[in-house]
T-cell receptor, first 112, second 113 residues
């Protein structure tokens, strides 16, 4: 079964600086999708970024980018120029057939 | 506005008292799913429905039932709630089972005493 591991329960970053959230996963599939979701205090789940495994180019969405290392099964999220509104729980997720498998989450705190 | 709605948003109940959490989407999505979120465990799938004809168990289906009588609605039923079902519940929908963009409801915080 696929598993997703987020080894950092909490991270802190100073406003305007860069932070990287880690995620590793386990799968025997060759073609799959990976996601990062943001959950602010409102609890709403917001899709931040998506990566297709067959694409070697790392996905980017404005200040958010990923470092996808397929051989290492690693999928980290980099947030540049951190803002107070980035403070949230971040979940890494793997698409497994007909469901998403989520990691335990990383709480990101942004200091002003 | 395209959205997934859940009701109620908060619920406190007692052990054994049947309850239903409703979920509705207005995007004509085929796929719908229920997740529960617990600290340190992330979100785990309870049930999913590929379309009105196909519904199946997810990773943690024990103690839950679902119904998909029409495309837009996918209620979650707890016939006899227990304290270990205290959790945050999310309904989600997607155009198809590819899940490339899954829309989540606002969540339902359930407490079973």
């Amino acid at each position: 079964a696929q598993t997703v591991t987020q080894s950092q329960p909490e991270m802190s970053v100073q406003e305007a600086e860069t932070v990287t959230l880690s995620c590793t996963y386990d799968t025997s599939e060759s073609d799959y999708y990976l996601f990062w979701y943001k959950q602010p205090p409102s609890r709403q789940m917001i899709l931040v970024i998506r990566q297709e495994a067959y694409k070697q180019q790392n996905a980017t969405e404005n200040r958010f980018s990923v470092n996808f290392q397929k051989a290492a099964k690693s999928f980290s999220l980099k947030i540049s120029d951190s803002q107070l509104g980035d403070a949230a729980m971040y979940f890494c997720a793997y698409r497994s057939v007909i469901k998403l498998v989520f990691g335990a989450g990383t709480i990101l705190r942004v200091k002003s | 506005e395209a959205q997934v709605t859940q009701n109620p948003r908060y619920l406190i109940t007692v052990t054994g008292k049947k309850l239903t959490v409703t979920c509705s989407q207005n995007m004509n999505h085929e796929y719908m799913s229920w997740y529960r979120q617990d600290p340190g465990l992330g979100l785990r799938q309870i049930y999913y429905s590929m379309n009105v004809e196909v519904t199946d168990k997810g990773d943690v289906p024990e103690g839950y039932k679902v119904s998909r009588k029409e495309k837009r609605n996918f209620p979650l039923i707890l016939e006899s709630p227990s304290p270990n079902q205290t959790s945050l519940y999310f309904c989600a929908s997607s155009i198809t089972g590819t899940l490339l963009e899954q829309y989540f409801g606002p969540g339902t915080r359930l407490t079973v005493t």
